[in-house]
Nanobody, 128 residues
Framework: EVQLVESGGGLVQAGGSLRLSCVVS????????IGWFRQAPGKEREGVSC????????YYKDSVKGRFTISSDNAKNTVYLQMNSLKPEDTAVYLC?????????????????????WGQGTQVTVSS
């Protein structure tokens, strides 16, 4: 059974940091990319970052470049999202998802439509 489980969300002041974790199971980690998405109330779900560890491919949404870092620990089947310099507009539920093909982790391929399994999400709230 494919599973993705997020953790690490919470309440933080603007300028603060959080590290999200996504532990995956039920599939071969190296065969897929993993993406982080977020959804704020009343807004569409948007892709934040993705990683394909087997071919060292990463992608970041413009608004998080230089503030967020995605990484993976293949031995632990875990993907991390280090979020620094957080802003109130980063407030959302953050979800990780399996991307159906590694090369979809790219500026033109990264999309929720290409993600086939999802975690339950973790809330990130940034206060001003």
């Amino acid at each position: 059974e494919v599973q993705l489980v997020e953790s690490g969300g919470g309440l933080v002041q603007a300028g603060g940091s959080l590290r999200l974790s996504c532990v995956v199971s039920g599939f071969t980690f190296d065969d897929y990319a993993i993406g982080w998405f977020r959804q704020a109330p009343g807004k569409e779900r948007e892709g934040v970052s993705c990683i394909s560890s087997s071919d060292s491919r990463t992608y970041y949404k413009d608004s998080v470049k230089g503030r967020f870092t995605i990484s993976s620990d293949n031995a632990k089947n875990t993907v991390y999202l280090q979020m620094n310099s957080l802003k109130p507009e980063d407030t959302a539920v953050y979800l990780c998802a399996r991307i159906s093909r590694r090369n979809y982790c790219s500026p033109y391929g990264f999309s929720s439509r290409r993600s086939d399994y999802w975690g339950q999400g973790t809330q990130v709230t940034v206060s001003s």
